[in-house]
DNA sequence: AATGAATGAGTATTCATTCAT
DNA sequence: GATGAATGAATACTCATTCAT
């Protein structure tokens, strides 16, 4: 049964590129790409240097799939919990914010790293962040899309303010020296989300979402 | 008369310190620090591998001395354009985001650096460069202060709203790929204002600053 | 079998070593150690320069070893040429001495090399040197101790007499322009050894080894 | 009067040389000729770096004056001590190798220096060198001679006992950690003596010498 | 005579990558 | 598939020497 062989040799492979990504993360957290060097990494993933080589195609194939798993994960959550939030564009919105902020939150590291290491990336690479951040941040832009559509907020350029969100929903890891000291991850997204949507929802509806604009 | 040689010295030694930055940070621009080899450095600024050591203490006393330099320089410029705005807070905030946005705009690369290299700094480096960032937002800060002191603003944290705004303008630079093809400056700046001031505004002096808040 | 395994690679690391420490020393004897490029090393050691930092910490380890080398060839040879004379303590001394300027003279730059880079290692590498040195002058000491316990020489301080018997042998390659010159080995050692008894073979027991006393 | 003006420029250039010297061999003695860089020399001797080529050809030459200077000083000092003995070889020769011990014993770096530093120099530096150890050892080999003439020393090579007296002598310098912890130089100088002089005076006239002879 | 700024060749060490086993 | 020994190009930093002032 070769086929039943090729399924378990493709899930020992994907096993192998999870145990080696997820020691490249922890490391290049620790040092920064340019200091790890890939017998470290091979030590930390407890494989051997020549491995690396059978699985990636070099160190800054590495460096790619490994900030493409940190973008990913994030874009996976965010829909499921803008879903949760119902139908309504406001609710929606915030909720995709805090849901990122909260992941951004569990590993400011992660954040960093795709911010501090782009540019050591090829551009075939940087285009394929670019596309993947656009991409995780649909499902926000779908909610401002709508929220002006019927209404709800104010006539703003969609893709202004989505990119505003994550700014500041990456700045609660970019400033964290900053932040962290003087707020909760609740409180810093409760603030947030006051302040900007202040400036999202329309005049006539604010009462109703008075629960989020005020802090 | 060795006052005078001493001061002939201390020029031209700043003016090599001068050369040397600016050289660093052009090349940097292009690769990146650790990219950066010395020799390349040194031939880009004119000057002898050996001298490099005479004027800085090494590579990354280099990088730190062209990071504060840039930070210094967006600094300088804050202050003066939020004076021309005169008195009003409102209008003063809205100068001085103006003002950094255009500085920012003056030289991405510069700013993406400050981003990029922080974490290879030595933790003394990066505290000044966090000094000098806070100290950079100061007048952003006072303004703020005062808008809220005088009622023409609602009651938001400052330490927040001046982080948030920073990062709006690093912004310009950070996702340039993603603002440039649909935003002149002029355009970013004038959205980000209406988008912002809309939240930090107390409602009821709105329309008194109609002319900022819409887009 | 994975021990067969271990035995191989232990055995072809030892040679290695070795490859690299014959290399080092035929290197520094012809031009110093801090002439020696560790490029001209692996040159000379037919490896590559990175090979060397696998088996050497570096270049001052490399000095080390192949000093302490040196010494432990010296040392190995003593013993068994002292046992070969019998149990006679001064016949004993007379032949640890020959053997000592014959392996001497089999390699006197090693014997310069120890002298003059010493001073070049770590307080730790000269104190090792220190204790082989001392390990090496054992035999030639009990000998000493045995001879005075015994009467057969004066009441002299074997701690004296035997530094001055290396420092003699050491002086065939320390001063070999001025004695191979006028000398050859077996008369040089037959010379000091007459010069030396003389004055440590207690008086009366002169004629019993009349064969060693006159030149 | 040009002479004068002469004779003022010599002096100040020796007394330079002197202060160049003085401050090299401090600097080498601390941390060893490879090790002194020119612009430390300078720092150290209260000169500019340039000065030093205007007074040395180099930095090679300035190891070969130091080093010559040493020997130097040691030569200088024998003879007197050595008259002052009075006319009697075997006295003539004690007064000698005592004082060099002695002469050794305020400088003892010095005598390391020459052992480590010698293969540093040209063939023509050494060459110097080793002429001019061979004329200090000169009123020592005359006093040997004279002995043997006399028949108060047996007939040993002159050469072989002169240099074996030198080695001793360095040796109080060369293996100091050995000697110094169980030696004072007054006992090191006396247990030499009578050692050595038990196998160069005479039989017939070892009584004359008792008092040098017992230890 | 004296300075010290400037040079640039030289070198120990690291590390991404390859390949025989 | 897996290893890790071996490679050698690349690079930060030093320092003897020169020379304009």
Chains 1, 2, 3, 4 share one sequence.
Request: net charge negative.
């Amino acid at each position: 049964m070769p086929d039943v062989e090729d399924a378990v040799r493709s899930v020992r492979r994907d096993s192998r590129r999870r145990q080696v990504l997820d020691a490249a993360v922890a490391v290049m957290q620790r040092t920064g790409y340019h200091e790890m060097s890939m017998q470290a990494l091979a030590g930390e993933a407890g494989v051997s240097v020549g491995l690396l080589y059978k699985y990636f195609g070099g160190k800054e194939e590495i460096l790619l799939a490994a900030v493409l798993d940190i973008l990913d994960s994030f874009g996976d959550q965010l829909a499921p919990a803008m879903e949760e939030a119902g139908d309504d564009p406001v609710e929606r919105l915030a909720a995709g914010f805090r849901r990122y902020v909260e992941i951004i939150d569990l590993d400011r590291d992660a954040v960093l790293l795709t911010y501090r290491e782009s540019r050591t990336l090829s551009p075939a690479g940087r285009e394929r962040i670019k596309q993947l951040e656009v991409a995780t941040a649909a499902p926000l832009r779908a909610a401002l899309a709508d929220g002006v559509d019927r209404g709800l907020m104010r006539a703003l350029d969609p893709d202004l303010v989505v990119y505003d969100l994550m700014l500041l929903a990456h700045g609660w890891a970019l400033k964290d020296w900053h932040f962290a000291p003087i707020y909760t991850v609740e409180a810093f997204v409760r603030a947030q989300i006051a302040l900007m949507l202040s400036g999202i929802v329309a005049p006539a509806h604010r009462r109703r979402y008075r629960h989020l604009l005020e802090p």
